[in-house]
């Protein structure tokens, strides 16, 4: 079965700090996405890499930044949190880079900003 | 733009049928998606349609109707272990994968 891992499964952090989500997957998959899930909105999408080094804005970007360094690895940054970024951040890769592919999703990170 | 809707809340009972409707208005139209979500867990793929018409898996079948922009999840013998949110998921134009809010379906005995 793939494997998405998502390196905590909660986070307590203090506005301001910057704030690394780390997500590795293992299957060797091309496309890796964040999303964040809040109660009444849905799944939106933060940002989304087809390839190492490359990456492309999603829906709400703004806030945050990504870094994929290797393949397997897929990480979000907040580069100084803010109470409106409390949130379930949710990592997920698909096989290629068609969109008719399914998403394998990570358990998630509840990240709460005080 | 893109717009989903799906109801909030479902309740059924175990062991009835329940049906789950999505409605979308998209720019462009490529396939929908269901998935499956259980409270403080990671969504997991049921299906995927891009043609008109049901698709059956076990318990579960998805329809589409594309002139309609219309779908619906169709659950049989419900069990307790289906108490989930159920999430649609449209690629519209642009490639882009749009979810709707998620339907939170609670089964009861």
């Known amino acids: 079965d793939v494997k998405v891992t998502q390196s905590s499964r909660y986070l307590v952090k203090r506005t301001g700090e910057k704030v690394f989500l780390e997500c590795v997957q293992d299957?060797?998959?091309?496309?890796m996405f964040w999303y964040r899930q809040d109660p009444g909105l849905g799944l939106r999408l933060i940002y989304f890499s087809y390839d190492v080094k490359m990456k492309e804005k999603g829906d709400i970007p703004e806030g945050y930044s990504v870094s994929r360094e290797k393949k397997e690895r897929f990480s979000l940054i907040l580069e100084s949190a803010s109470t409106n970024q409390t949130s379930m951040y949710l990592c997920?890769?698909?096989?290629?880079?068609?969109?008719?592919?399914?998403?394998?999703f990570g358990s998630g990170t509840q990240l709460s900003v005080l | 733009g893109q717009n989903i809707d799906q109801p909030t809340e479902m309740t059924a009972t175990e062991g009835a049928i329940v049906q789950i409707n999505c409605t979308y208005q998209?720019?462009?139209?490529?396939?929908l998606f269901w998935y499956q979500q259980h409270a403080g867990e990671a969504p997991t793929f049921l299906s995927y349609?891009?043609?008109?018409g049901l698709e059956e898996k076990g318990r579960f079948s998805s329809f589409l109707s594309r002139s309609k922009g219309y779908s619906y999840l169709l659950l049989k013998e419900l069990q307790m272990k289906d108490s989930a949110s159920y999430l649609c998921?449209?690629?519209?134009?642009?490639?882009?994968?749009?979810f709707g809010t998620g339907t939170q379906l609670k089964v009861e005995l």
């Open positions: 299957m060797d998959h091309e496309n």
């Open positions: 349609n891009v043609l008109d």
């Open positions: 998209t720019s462009g139209f490529n396939g």
């Open positions: 997920a890769s698909t096989v290629g880079t068609t969109t008719n592919e399914k998403l394998f």
């Open positions: 998921a449209v690629t519209g134009g642009g490639n882009k994968l749009t």
